[in-house]
Nanobody
Framework: QVHLVESGGGLVQAGGSLRLSCTAP????????MGWFRQAPGKEREFLVG????????RYADSVKGRCTISREHAKNTIYLQLNSLKAEDTAVYYC??????????????WGQGTQVTVSS
């Protein structure tokens, strides 16, 4: 059983920024990518960003490219998502995932429980 813990969600004003964290207590995902997906009300879960084990390779969805940064801190077994210039359409439940990078996105094998992000205008 893989346990991923997300934090940092909440209510944010449009135009602002958010920083989400995801950690896996007591677990190291050697050679695995980690990343973020989100699911807005009434929509399918979509890929946002992924980073490989070394941190050298990343994938970004077009919807967040240019205003999103992912980083990985091995010492804390944690990844971070920084999303700037928030819009109402960024409102969603954000999920941390572990899996593999593909040429354009990421395949997830494990999921966190999700954290709600609400952008107010």
């Amino acid at each position: 059983q893989v346990h991923l813990v997300e934090s940092g969600g909440g209510l944010v004003q449009a135009g602002g920024s958010l920083r989400l964290s995801c950690t896996a207590p007591g677990r190291t995902f050697s050679n695995s990518a980690m990343g973020w997906f989100r699911q807005a009300p009434g929509k399918e879960r979509e890929f946002l960003v992924g980073i490989n084990w070394s941190g050298e390779n990343t994938r970004y969805a077009d919807s967040v490219k240019g205003r999103c940064t992912i980083s990985r801190e091995h010492a804390k077994n944690t990844i971070y998502l920084q999303l700037n210039s928030l819009k109402a359409e960024d409102t969603a439940v954000y999920y941390c995932a572990v899996g593999l990078l593909t040429s354009t996105s990421m395949l997830a094998d494990y999921w966190g429980q999700g954290t709600q992000v609400t952008v107010s205008s």
